[in-house]
Each structure stands twice: as C-alpha cells, then as structure tokens.
C-alpha cells in the first residue's frame, strides 16, 4: 500500500512539473553585455525561460520584436530580463544638425532651416534656431524628421 501511494505522489509531482515547465513565460533577452546608446541587433537578443508571472511582478519587455531596432538607455546584462525603462526609440531629429521646420495653414506651407538645441523622438515637443534670424522656435518632432511649427499643443 505503501509502495501504491508513493507511486501516487511521484506521479502527480512529476505532472505538476510538466505543467509548471508549460506555463514558464519566454522573455527577450541580451545574449551580450548591451550598453547606454547602442542600437539594439536581433543578433544581441535571445528568448529564455522564466517562471510564470514573472512579466506581472516586472514591467519588463516580453517579445525581441519590442527591443530590436530601440536605443539602450541603461547597461543591458545577459540572461536578464530587458526593463520597459531600459530601451527607448531611437532620436528622429538629432542636436546640432540641420533640420527643415514647416509651418502650415491651409494652403500656405512657409520652410526654414532650424537647428535643434536637444535631440527627439516622434512627438516631441523641442526648441530649435532658426539660422536666417537667430530666433528660437518651437515646434513637433515629425516622423519624416521635419519640425511642425505654429500652433503647439
């Protein structure tokens, strides 16, 4: 009887250690040693096992599709897991070099070339030089690399 209940036991932990091994979540990870300002590469980036809830207990970054092409904004170590604070998009307009600001109302469209005192990201509100008269303007960081002056909200 003995032998019969042990059997019973070792069968059920050995199932709850399949079903544990089918819930692990796979997260992206760094397979390389990431540092402040690189261009994350899908060669960097590798999928490991963790246990489950691990993505509800961290806000961490679940799929490599979300980091690769993102800028590292703190190190990235390997085998650990990618923070949502940790991986940023890529600067549009960079500080310093020669972007084109559009002003548009209706059918008028006025162009200029502005330099950037800050770098930014799709959306971002910045301030830039206009190097005709010296004046500072401020426009929104478009995704063609343009900044959309006039009315900022």
Do not use: C, H
């Amino acid at each position: 009887m003995k032998v019969l209940r042990w059997l019973l036991v070792l069968t059920a932990l050995s199932g709850a250690a399949e079903l544990s091994q089918a819930e692990d979540t796979m997260l992206a990870v760094p397979n390389v040693t990431i540092y402040p300002g690189d261009v994350i590469t899908d060669a960097q980036i590798v999928e490991r096992a963790f246990a489950p809830g691990t993505t509800g207990k961290l806000p961490v970054v679940g799929q490599r599709a979300l980091v690769v092409g993102k800028i590292a904004r703190r190190t990235l170590l390997p085998g650990k897991p990618i923070p949502q604070y940790g991986v940023k998009d890529p600067d549009v307009i960079l500080r310093g070099g020669a972007v084109i600001a559009m002003f548009k109302v209706g059918g008028l469209t006025i162009t200029s070339t502005v330099t950037p005192l800050r770098s930014g990201q799709v959306g971002d509100v910045i301030e830039a030089r206009n190097t005709d008269s010296g004046q500072i303007i401020r426009g929104v960081v478009q995704a063609d690399g343009t900044l959309r002056v006039g009315i900022v909200r």
